[in-house]
């Protein structure tokens, strides 16, 4: 499955939090057209990401903004709308009644 994930065209990844034996760890979630692949870890960091897509990836990566994901190469990042519409109106909401 990761060599499928690898492979993909579009992945969309991202990550929650996972308790395990009353611990946070992170679900981490990749998945593609035809494709879902779960992991469970105790690092929300970048090696994880590393380590399912290698450190170049050759599709179209969504994601959210967390920097983690800026730590490989892709071919393109597209971030997800909905976490650009909730940045766009933070944005907003800090900077009404500027200028």
């Not at 969504?62 to 940045?87: M, P």
């Amino acid at each position: 499955m990761q060599q499928e994930a690898r492979a993909s065209a579009v992945l969309h990844g991202d990550e929650t939090g996972w308790r395990v034996n009353g611990k946070t760890h992170w679900l981490w979630c990749f998945a593609a057209k035809n494709l879902a692949l779960y992991v469970i870890s105790p690092s929300r960091g970048s090696p994880v990401i590393k380590k399912v897509l290698g450190e170049v990836f050759s599709g179209v990566l969504v994601c959210d903004f967390f920097g983690a994901y800026n730590s490989i190469i892709a071919w393109a990042k597209q971030r997800c709308i909905t976490h650009l519409l909730g940045e766009l109106k933070k944005t907003s909401e800090r900077n009404t009644g500027r200028m």
